[in-house]
């Protein structure tokens, strides 16, 4: 505000907060209607590049999650928090690396798509299922994300292996931040 009159702070504070949509805890569509965004076409992605610093040339592309553009959800925290409100963590995160990895089929070699997934569906068999092509590992990076606890890291790393195996990357996301602290 070019304030530092803390009154004149917290008026201003107070009205962006206020301004906010939504209230904190309340989902920001309907159980059904977000069912129906998990079951059609409707999440979306943008695609953010990865660049190699040795050359700063593109080599791959982190697919980021959006809900239904101009819907509530459309914002990935609007998205991920009414997931969690309803129990459906597990399938908003199945959707999203099931939508990606069906639009990674579009992108030009050499480039790699790289997807994130809470460790609790990270499974070898159900990401084989959604890559039936085993060449098609090469250009993948699984992504963990920092929002979800991996309780037993050492089994977990063991559970990447059947994939690393095939020439998938495991990788984790904002390592440093939420769970994935730096002794994860």
């Known amino acids: ?5 803390p009154a004149r702070l917290f008026e201003r504070l107070s009205g962006a907060i206020t301004g906010l949509a939504g209230i904190p805890g309340q989902p920001a569509v309907s159980r059904e209607p977000f069912r129906n965004i998990l079951a059609g076409p409707c999440i979306d992605f943008h695609l953010q590049s990865i660049v190699s610093l040795a050359d700063m040339k593109t080599v791959g592309f982190e697919a980021l999650a959006r ?13 991920f928090a009414t997931a969690s409100h309803y129990g459906l963590r597990r399938d908003l995160d199945l959707a999203c690396v099931s939508a ?3 639009r990674a089929q579009h992108l030009p070699e050499p480039y790699w798509l790289s997807v994130n997934l809470g460790p609790d569906i990270f499974d070898a068999a159900l990401l084989r299922k959604l890559v039936p092509d085993p060449r098609d590992f090469k250009r993948r990076v699984f992504e963990i994300t920092e929002h979800l606890p991996i309780s037993e890291p050492l089994a977990f790393a063991a559970r990447t292996k059947p994939l690393r195996r095939q020439g998938a990357r495991v990788a984790l996301d904002d390592a440093g931040c939420g769970f994935l602290n730096m002794s994860m």
């Open 1 to 5: 505000s070019g304030t530092t009159e």
């Open 67 to 79: 809900g239904p553009m101009g819907g509530p959800v459309e914002r990935p925290d609007r998205l």
């Open 100 to 102: 990606a990895l069906g």
